[in-house]
């Protein structure tokens, strides 16, 4: 019985699950800091657009709520960079870069951009403060990308293009 | 930091969310501080990872968007069932409740699309780029173009039926 847990723990979680587990709770940390502090549910993919507004006169990127996020967005982003930066450096691994081809990233981000600001939130905002929240729109806007990704990333191994 | 503005200054100013407290954006940082190192140490930051996940050779990720929304659901469902308001801000603490519509459902599957394509997400690139990982620069920068074209998109589409007030 034990022997069949260890095997079935193996196979499903190769690389263990502790720091998959320790990340996700740090990641739950920084944003709970963040709404203590301010109120904020604070999602990665609005700063995207709200950025966008600095230097495009749109309409759209001019809304007030984007105008008076813009700046902490920035030092959100910020805070991810270097906090992401702080923990390779000391643990000596930074500079490593992924070998996904440069064009899945373009189009990939593309589609990303499109999708997280039309569909109001990304892995963070729905995934994280959404789903935390309990709320339906997130369950099921994160259900649904979860299953697309799945089948898009099934088709692209299948179609043997690696990593 | 002082709160008071002159009010002769610009007409159409918008007041900022930070503008509350000297504390907010130092608060802020240090909170992005610890989400990216939660994406580094979780390996997120990296692509390979996440589309290992989506390709079923390692479901350690669950436990990482897990990890997260348990922390989030306690502290959100305490501090909004608390009555109370944010210190920095003044704000009322509120779970995080957005409307569905078709926009969700179709944002979401275009969002999926690009996610299972490239293995990144917007969170996740940022803290790529703090790894030295200089290649998501790709993905950031179509992140941008792609949030630049549903803008500009909504735009011509708002415009076009003017009558209609946007959201």
């Not at chain 1, 997280?116 to 309990?134: A, D, F, N, Q, Y």
């Not at chain 2, 009322?92 to 275009?110: A, C, E, N, P, W």
């Not at chain 2, 290649?135 to 074209?149: E, P, T």
Request: proline share 4%; glycine share 16%; aromatic share 10%.
């Amino acid at each position: 019985m034990t022997v069949t847990t260890a095997l079935l723990t193996e196979l499903l979680f190769p690389n263990g699950i502790s720091h998959y587990l320790l990340g996700g709770i740090l990641i739950g940390l920084g944003t709970a800091v963040i709404y203590l502090g301010t109120g904020i549910h604070a999602g990665a993919s609005t700063f995207l657009e709200t950025t966008l507004s600095y230097g495009s006169k749109l309409s759209r990127f001019q809304q007030p709520k984007f105008i008076a996020s813009r700046d902490w967005r920035v030092v959100f982003t910020a805070g991810i960079i270097a906090g992401a930066a702080a923990y390779s450096i000391i643990l000596g691994d930074f500079g490593w870069t992924t070998e996904v081809q440069p064009s899945r990233l373009f189009f990939g981000g593309i589609l990303i951009g499109i999708g997280t600001r039309l569909g109001k939130g990304c892995t963070s905002g729905h995934g994280v403060c959404g789903v935390g929240s309990g709320s339906k729109t997130s369950i099921v806007n994160v259900a649904l990308f979860m299953l697309v990704a799945i089948g898009v990333a099934q088709l692209v191994m299948a179609f043997g293009v690696t990593p | 930091m002082s709160g008071a503005t002159n009010g002769e200054a610009s007409p159409a100013r918008v007041p900022e969310d930070h503008e509350g407290s000297p504390w907010f954006l130092p608060l802020v940082f240090v909170g992005g501080f610890l989400f990216g190192i939660g994406l580094a140490v979780s390996q997120m930051a990296r692509p390979e990872v996440v589309l290992s996940f989506l390709q079923f050779a390692d479901f350690g990720l669950i436990f990482v968007m897990g990890g997260a929304a348990a922390v989030v659901s306690g502290i959100f469902f305490v501090a909004s069932a608390s009555g109370r308001s944010a210190p920095l801000s003044g704000r009322r603490y509120t779970r995080r409740l957005k409307s569905m519509d078709k926009d969700v459902m179709l944002g979401g599957g275009i969002f999926g699309v690009g996610w299972g394509l490239s293995g990144i997400c917007p969170g996740a690139a940022y803290a790529s780029l703090g790894i030295g990982n200089v290649v998501i620069l790709y993905g950031v920068a179509g992140m941008f173009v792609g949030a630049y074209l549903q803008g500009y998109i909504r735009e011509a589409r708002a415009d076009s039926t003017a009558t209609q007030p946007a959201d």
